[in-house]
T-cell receptor, first 116, second 113 residues
């Protein structure tokens, strides 16, 4: 299957700072990328869907000004958590899909964000 | 809206034991159902899927049958190995959900030698 690389795998930041998480499709073109968030012992919750070259579509309750998503190329999407607070500490996972080639989405390894 | 409920873990088993992880769902339309597995330090991988009622997905000795009458998609394996230790996620997508996946909370499975 196709490979999605997510970086960093772990990050610790101070309250009030911003953190950028990258999601790259290594051997295919990701026409659509998805960002999920997972709290301890809870489900993965879809935050937003982005299509290359378009603005992201955010799920209800997700602050688009706080979670900035950029999908400027067919192989890279970034999620920036702005002005991070401890309650933003979570596990963030991206997935990518090439709608022309695959019927499934491929997932990155996830990023554990801790805001102190 | 769509939702997926799966049994909480951790599930601890001995090698060669029988594994069942229950998964039930609520959905509009006719979704596809998936099981994903996440091994330590890795991303989620698709384990198996079923796209319509009564379909059986299978892979690596795991099986799950799409039961519309009971809205279930239980995962089973007859004889687990230590290498099956991972977190398993049940999910639904497609149908009215389109590209979006709705996940269950995940079940951690630990297989001891």
């Amino acid at each position: 299957g196709a490979v999605v690389s997510q970086h960093p795998s772990r990050v610790i930041c101070k309250s009030g700072t911003s953190v950028k998480i990258e999601c790259r499709s290594l051997d295919f073109q990701a026409t659509t990328m998805f960002w999920y968030r997972q709290f301890p012992k809870q489900s993965l919750m879809l935050m937003a869907t982005s299509n290359e070259g378009s603005k992201a579509t955010y799920e209800q309750g997700v602050e688009k000004d706080k979670f900035l998503i950029n999908h400027a190329s067919l192989t890279l999407s970034t999620l920036t958590v702005t002005s991070a607070h401890p309650e933003d500490s979570s596990f963030y996972i991206c997935s990518a899909r090439d709608t022309d080639r695959y019927t499934e989405a491929f997932f990155g390894q996830g990023t554990r964000l801790t805001v102190v | 809206g769509n939702s997926v409920t799966q049994m909480e873990g951790p599930v601890t088993l001995s090698e060669e034991a029988f594994l069942t992880i229950n998964c039930t769902y609520t959905a509009t339309g006719y979704p596809s159902l998936f099981w994903y597995v996440q091994y330590p330090g890795e991303g989620l991988q698709l384990l198996l899927k079923a796209t319509k009622a009564d379909d059986k997905g299978s892979n690596k000795g795991f099986e799950a049958t799409y039961r519309k009458e009971t809205t279930s998609f239980h995962l089973e394996k007859g004889s687990v190995q230590v290498s099956d230790s991972a977190v398993y996620f049940c999910a639904l997508g497609g149908g009215a959900a389109g590209n979006k996946l709705t996940f269950g909370g995940g079940t951690r499975v630990l297989v001891k030698p």
